[in-house]
T-cell receptor
């Protein structure tokens, strides 16, 4: 089993739709979790950290389920500008692992 | 006021050459990283330095040698370049090596290396 797994997609969704991505991790001792966004030919940028109780930032909601070892990202009211690859990141002491990313394409 | 910068942005070179990529961060972070992103877009960590000390050294050919003259700089030197080294190399930094939520990483713009 890979340390961090994501469905590569692509997820093709119409504007205004709600879309959700999951990311599973294998190390139960992992300490923190993040979602990054990477646009084509650009560097990854932090989208949001994932708090234990879940957190929301505008149209984006992140959840953590430690029992089942996954995190999720929900995007509401998708915009064309949300089209990108979303990378899940799992972190422990002196260790950080990126998922392979989920590609989202929002279509008009 | 760029937080993490890399030079050069593009590097085209021939097999067998030696090249260096430089990285600098002005965030006051203690930890810096090198990642390789290949054509399949998988982002793989290569090295990590904390306060100039090597703490992560993944399975990377020893043709790759990182050097950290101070905690704001982490350079990557590559000897005897091969076709398979063609990729985008990203530098990143974080506050420290801890596992908590404070330790998110900030990435440089990447160096696109093409070996011909």
């Amino acid at each position: 089993r890979k340390e961090v797994e994501q469905d590569p997609g692509p997820f093709n969704v119409p504007e205004g739709a709600t879309v959700a991505f999951n990311c599973t991790y294998s190390n139960s001792a992992s300490q923190s979790f993040f979602w990054y966004r990477q646009d084509c030919r650009k560097e990854p940028k932090l989208l949001m950290s994932v708090y234990s109780s879940g957190n929301e930032d505008g149209r984006f909601t992140a959840q953590l389920n430690r029992a089942s070892q996954y995190i999720s990202l929900l995007i509401r009211d998708s915009k064309l500008s949300d089209s990108a690859t979303y990378l899940c990141v799992v972190r422990g002491y002196q260790k950080v692992t990126f998922g392979t990313g989920t590609k989202l394409q929002v279509i008009p | 006021d760029t937080a993490v910068s890399q030079t050069p942005k593009y590097l085209v070179t021939q097999m067998g050459n030696d090249k260096s990529i430089k990285c600098e961060q002005n965030l006051g972070h203690d930890t810096m990283y090198w990642y390789k992103q290949d054509s399949k877009k998988f982002l793989k960590i290569m090295f990590s330095y904390n306060n100039k000390e090597l703490i992560i050294n993944e399975t990377v050919p020893n043709r790759f040698s990182p050097k950290s003259p101070d905690k704001a700089h982490l350079n990557l030197h590559i000897n005897s370049l091969e076709l398979g080294d063609s990729a985008v190399y990203f530098c990143a930094s974080s506050l420290g090596v801890g596992g908590g939520l404070f330790y998110e990483q900030y990435f440089g713009p990447g160096t696109r290396l093409t070996v011909t």
